[in-house]
């Protein structure tokens, strides 16, 4: 059974950055996809980034393109999100999540592992 934790959340102002980790145990890391995804109060948890086992594929949602990255470091078991140029309208919850052998899937249910999420808030 994998496990996730997510860290680097917190409050930033606009135009700021942030880093999020998603440290795995419980399983072997370079054979999982990670993906990133967030929800907003009274919204529905949405895609945001994604990597797939092997590093060599990774999608982004449009409103993060060119400010999110999405990075894995196998020898840490650790997925990061490095997010730049902030807006309020990033402001979350960020859940990291992954599946054996996966994709760069933008699909909530491919994910068979999930954190319990890091609040990101971005302030005006």
């Known amino acids: 059974q994998v496990q996730l934790v997510e860290s680097g959340g917190g409050l930033v102002q606009a135009g700021g950055s942030l880093g999020l980790s998603c440290a795995a145990s419980?399983?072997?890391?370079?054979?999982?996809?990670m993906g990133w995804f967030r929800q907003a109060p009274g919204k529905e948890r949405e895609f945001v980034a994604a990597?797939?086992?092997?590093?060599?594929?990774?999608s982004y949602t449009d409103s993060v393109k060119g400010r999110f990255t999405i990075s894995r470091d196998n020898a840490k078991n650790t997925a990061y999100l490095q997010m730049n140029s902030l807006k309020p309208e990033d402001t979350a919850v960020y859940y990291c999540?992954?599946?054996?052998?996966?994709?760069?899937?933008?699909?909530?249910?491919?994910?068979?592992?999930w954190g319990q999420g890091t609040q990101v808030t971005v302030s005006s």
């Open positions: 999540a992954a599946v054996l052998w996966g994709s760069s899937s933008i699909s909530l249910s491919e994910y068979r592992y």
């Open positions: 419980g399983g072997t890391f370079r054979f999982l996809a």
């Open positions: 990597m797939n086992w092997n590093g060599g594929s990774t």
